[in-house]
């Protein structure tokens, strides 16, 4: 079998010369490190012509039979943390080839490049292999444990009563690929497959052809959402700091610490086209006759803490001479902050129908909180009730 590994036979090693794992834990060649003293296992990336992530150790299989073929390539293969790890190369093309599939269920199998070393596994041999690792035959079949020292290829469904009798395996659809990249250490993964394999130390960079990610030290982050950047669209459930923007549905968000936040807060707008009485002097958030919701606008504050407030309605007195009043209850988590005034209040002081409309500013809010709006009425007619109409709240935000 044509495959090699470089510091696995060393004919000169002796007790007290160099040993095959000095050789190999030595830093020459250092490829991306997942340890102190591990390497990255993966396949060396490239193409003839550039084209492809990586065209080295494919497995893939062209006419039907029980038989694979896997492509020269170059890999590095991580053995036991003591032990090293193993630059190995395929030089030719090698066919594989499958056990018959079990008689009654299907399984899945493992292609595997393997490195021996019976100086740490004590297997009795000492060389680098193309393996198929058999799986355990079930109906909803599991891929069999990976062997240490070894670099998964691809894994391969074989269907109950496969053999070369009964057509083989269905190769167009029975390999699923595994093969992940290394490079040397300060090197680009390159990763098409976006697999979720864990960096080995923050500031590791990959390339999953989509977008560039940075190892944080807990997962990849694309690198536009790292500082000063602005998050893609469903790229951030929680935010990473506060300050930081995301994109979510074409709206700029911004995180304040705890939740997300509009990072320009937007005109809030909330009406009731349904008319409905007041007759009270006091403050009432509600009209009498009406089959309308109470109205609510809910806003955000912007960084100023200010807004503007304009309420309005079509009304009247009933009665000349009186007035009808409409306002606004400012409040935050239901706590009234601004109480509704007749300074700051839309008036109508006649029994003609007239619409009306006032608008006050509002500061020291606190910005980036959601308050709420609710609409106020008030009125002098008390024995002939004044009418309220075409009734709106709208506030907007001072930047």
């Not at 008689?103 to 019976?118: G, T």
């Not at 062997?147 to 659809?173: K, M, N």
């Not at 309308?292 to 912007?302: D, L, R, S, Y």
């Amino acid at each position: 079998m044509p495959v090699r590994s470089a510091w696995l036979v060393n004919r000169t090693d002796t007790v007290t010369g160099q040993s095959r794992s000095d050789t190999r834990l030595a830093p020459v060649g250092t490829m991306a490190p997942s340890g102190a003293l591990t390497s990255t296992s993966g396949v060396i990336p490239g193409s003839a012509d550039g084209r492809y992530l990586m065209s080295g150790l494919y497995v893939f299989g062209e006419s039907a039979g029980m038989k694979a073929t896997v492509a020269p390539g170059r890999a590095v293969i991580q053995g036991l943390a003591p032990a090293g790890a193993y630059p190995v190369v395929l030089t030719d093309y090698t066919e594989v080839t499958f056990e018959d599939g079990d008689a009654s269920n299907p399984r899945i199998d493992l292609v595997v490049l393997r490195v021996y070393d019976n100086q740490f596994d004590g297997e009795g041999r000492t060389e680098a292999v193309l393996e198929v690792v058999v799986g355990k035959a079930e109906a909803t079949p599991q891929p069999p444990l990976l062997p240490d020292a070894s670099l998964p290829l691809a894994r391969v469904h074989v269907p109950a009563g496969a053999s070369v009798g009964t057509g083989g395996i269905a190769w167009a659809d029975a390999v699923y690929d595994l093969r992940v990249s290394t490079v040397a250490v300060g090197g680009i993964l390159a990763d098409s497959w976006n697999r979720e394999t864990p960096g080995g130390y923050p500031g590791q960079y990959r390339d999953t052809s989509a977008a560039l990610q940075r190892w944080d030290g807990t997962r990849w982050a694309n690198y536009p959402r790292q500082t000063g950047g602005i998050a893609p669209q469903g790229a951030l459930a929680a935010g990473e700091y506060t300050g930081q923007y995301r994109d979510e549905a074409g709206r700029l968000q911004r995180w304040d610490g705890t939740v997300w936040r509009p990072a320009v807060p937007s005109t809030a707008y909330a009406y009731n086209t349904d008319g409905g009485y007041c007759a009270t002097t006091d403050w009432v958030e509600a009209v009498t006759g009406t089959t309308g919701p109470t109205i609510t606008a809910t806003f955000t504050v912007p960084v100023t803490g200010a807004v503007l407030v304009t309420v309005g309605f079509m009304g009247n007195t009933g009665v000349d001479g009186q007035w009808s009043r409409m306002g606004a209850n400012i409040r935050k988590d239901g706590v009234l902050v601004v109480g509704a005034h007749e300074v700051r209040s839309a008036t109508v002081g006649s029994k003609a129908l007239t619409s009306v409309s006032a608008t006050h500013r509002v500061t020291g809010l606190q910005a980036g909180a959601v308050y709420t709006a609710v609409a106020a009425y008030c009125t002098s007619a008390t024995s002939n009730p004044g009418w309220f109409d075409n009734r709106f709240v709208r506030v907007d935000p001072l930047v």
